[in-house]
């Protein structure tokens, strides 16, 4: 399923209310509207990658900044020790809906083995 309007350019604009929790010249990191965990967050680049079909050489540092503050929002929601889940869904088969290249940062109760029982 695919969102033709763009929410989280939206979003990183202003122009729709979300609740960000982190920001900086490379990423934005909002709350996510209908969380599947007790901490749900999404974070996305600053300029606009589709998806990961459309990652370029010239992404590399900001992808590598992608998952610092993944890490980093981890420690921020204290869900490091306890563990967390990163996910990128890519295209149909996925389950993406929006457009935007974005991380899902969930943690916060025990996420089961994805491998195991998702496959
Ligand atoms: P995807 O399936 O594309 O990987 O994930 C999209 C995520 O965006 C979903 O978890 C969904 O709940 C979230 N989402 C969709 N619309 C909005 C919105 O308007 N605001 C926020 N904060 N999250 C949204």
Redo the contacts with the bound molecule.
């Keep these: 399923m695919y969102?033709k309007d763009n929410?989280?350019k939206?979003?990183l604009n202003n122009e729709?209310n979300?609740?960000i929790i982190y920001k900086n010249k490379y990423v934005t990191a909002?709350?996510?509207?209908?969380?599947?965990a007790p901490i749900?967050i999404?974070l996305i680049p600053n300029i606009y990658i589709k998806n990961m079909n459309y990652v370029k050489k010239s992404n590399i540092y900001i992808l590598g900044k992608m998952l610092l503050i993944s890490s980093k929002i981890a420690k921020l929601k204290n869900i490091d020790k306890s563990g967390y889940r990163l996910?990128?869904?890519c295209n149909k088969d996925?389950?993406?809906?929006?457009?935007?290249l974005?991380i899902?940062i969930l943690g916060g109760k025990f996420l089961g083995n994805i491998i195991c029982n998702n496959l």
Excluded: A, T
């Design positions: 969102i929410i989280f939206k979003i729709i979300s609740n909002f709350d996510d509207i209908n969380p599947k749900h999404i996910i990128i869904n996925s389950g993406q809906e929006i457009d935007y974005h899902h």
